[in-house]
């Protein structure tokens, strides 16, 4: 390799490693390198001269996304929480004379270091120390805790620890989405493809609102929609967070910018009844059983997909939804038209605890975008998702004189605010709404004039058109 400059990205790519463990090298000066205004620059000679004494002193780091405990990092603790660490007789929980440490185990079996000391007003102050593994960690953690608290009741700033956006990212993914959010690969997509490319190389503190409004407007030049783009930042919103928290900045500036309105953007695509009976007659056998189960519970695709018998009580009728979105289960009761679709799918199950196992795998399906595609393709049916049987199902509820809270309960919303966006009338509802307004003046004009001719002629007749509740509105 000749003697050229490196960035973040190529050293990381070049010695395997992550970019935010490269950022830690950098930080404990163990890995040689140029600071210049616009980043980070590593000379590939002197890579390969640091990777080399390494190997030969056995010294290189295998260290891990949450940053495990190196020498420079132990020696920022003071000499009282060494000697308390050393002398504790617990293996959970230390004394370290500004605060605490201790240990707790998670739902999940995880064991977590938490931190609690009091802030300036005397309140206690307990929180989890997401990075810490060992007990020195936590220590460390809390360490920092207590002097951020001191620095912020004083007024005193620091000067911060300087990273980009691509190490902030890798950060984020590594330490916090993969433990916390099921959707963490799409994230991960939406970085790696959109965002990183974009912000990779600016610092944090070089990221302000003028920068982030011209990221939306270039994102909306290239078709993608409002509520894309609104996806993005809040990932974003997030990261900053985070990194505020990580004492890696000092302000968060997509708080500065205001996200687009997604009303005008939601879909409402309804299946008739003749498009209903077109695309049943025109999926497979194993797509069949699941447009039903979509149109007659509103689960969503997920939930379908990893639903299992153990979840289904065909003798009570009654579905108990689990792996929600909003991680709360629900109760969905089973009507006759799904029963009979349930009943022969069990009596095919061949024992598989899936109720619509790959046949191919016996696994879920990871995917049904393609054979639901080809599906509407052949029923000719434009522009529908698998989403829209979830909204045909609430429509249909709606039109049925079905109340939202129930609608609501049903789709597994917190908020009937948010059904409400699930239950639009159709146009042809709204057509008829006000088919009835025009009817119901025609009448009452009618009904006016048969009066006054009885007035006139002082006979008592009975108008041709009796108005009955039936061609009345009120």
């Known amino acids: 390799m000749n003697d050229s400059l490196l960035t973040v990205t190529e050293a990381a790519e070049h010695l395997h490693l992550s970019q935010s463990t490269i950022y830690r090298l950098v930080k404990r000066e163990l890995l040689p390198c140029i600071k210049k205004s616009f980043g980070l620059r590593f000379r590939s000679k002197e890579i390969e001269e640091w990777l080399d004494m390494s ?26 929480g060494i000697r308390a660490l050393a002398s504790s007789r617990s293996k959970t929980r230390y004394d370290l004379g500004f605060g605490h440490i201790y240990q707790r185990r998670t739902k999940s079996g995880k064991v977590r270091w938490y931190l609690e000391y009091h802030d300036a007003q005397g309140k206690r102050i307990q929180k989890v120390a997401p990075l810490a593994i060992a007990k020195e960690e936590a220590a460390i953690a809390l360490q920092e805790e207590v ?8 007024g005193i700033r620091r000067e911060q620890g300087k990273i980009n956006f691509a190490g902030l990212s890798d950060m984020y993914l590594d330490n ?26 600016f610092g944090l503190q070089d990221i302000n609102p003028l920068l982030l409004e011209k990221y939306r407007a270039e994102r909306l030049e290239t078709g993608v929609t409002k509520s894309t783009v609104n996806r993005e930042l809040t990932i974003m919103k997030k990261m900053f967070n985070l990194a505020i928290d990580w004492e890696l900045a000092s302000e968060n500036p997509v ?25 049943l007659s025109e999926s497979p056998g194993y797509l069949r059983p699941v447009l039903l189960t979509a149109l007659n519970t509103g689960m969503r695709r997920g939930e379908i997909l990893k639903l299992r018998w153990n979840q289904v009580d065909l003798g009570k009728k009654i579905i108990r939804v689990e792996h929600t979105k909003g991680g709360k289960s629900r109760l969905i009761p089973i009507n006759d038209v799904l029963s009979r679709e349930l009943v022969k799918a069990r009596d095919n199950s061949d024992g598989s605890e899936l109720v619509f196992p790959s046949p191919k795998t016996g696994r879920p399906y990871t995917e ?38 129930t609608v609501r309960d049903l789709l597994g919303h917190f908020s009937v605010r948010v059904t409400q966006r699930y239950t639009h009338s159709n146009q042809n509802l709204k057509r008829e709404a ?6 119901g003046r025609a009448r009452k004009a009618e009904n006016s ?26």
């Open 147 to 154: 002097k951020g608290e001191f620095d912020r009741n004083y």
């Open 434 to 439: 006000v088919d009835l307004l025009a009817a």
């Open 55 to 80: 190997r030969q002193k056995n010294y290189l780091p295998t260290l891990t996304p949450q940053e495990r405990l190196t020498k420079s990092s132990f020696e920022r603790l003071d000499n009282r």
């Open 368 to 405: 049904l975008k393609k054979s639901f595609k080809g599906a509407c393709k052949r029923a000719e049916i434009e522009n529908m998702r698998f989403h829209d049987l979830r909204h045909t199902f609430a429509t249909r509820l709606i039109e049925e004189g079905v109340d939202l809270i």
């Open 255 to 279: 708080q500065k910018v205001k996200l687009f309105s997604e009303k005008d953007t939601a879909k409402e695509r309804i299946l008739s009844g003749d498009e209903e009976t077109r695309l």
């Open 449 to 474: 004039a048969d009066l006054l001719h009885i007035c006139d002629t002082g006979k008592d007749e009975v108008p041709a058109t009796p108005l009955t509740p039936s061609n009345s509105i009120n």
């Open 176 to 201: 916090y989405a993969k433990s916390n959010k099921k959707s963490w690969k799409e994230d991960k997509y939406r970085i790696e493809a959109r965002m990183k490319p974009y912000f990779g190389e």
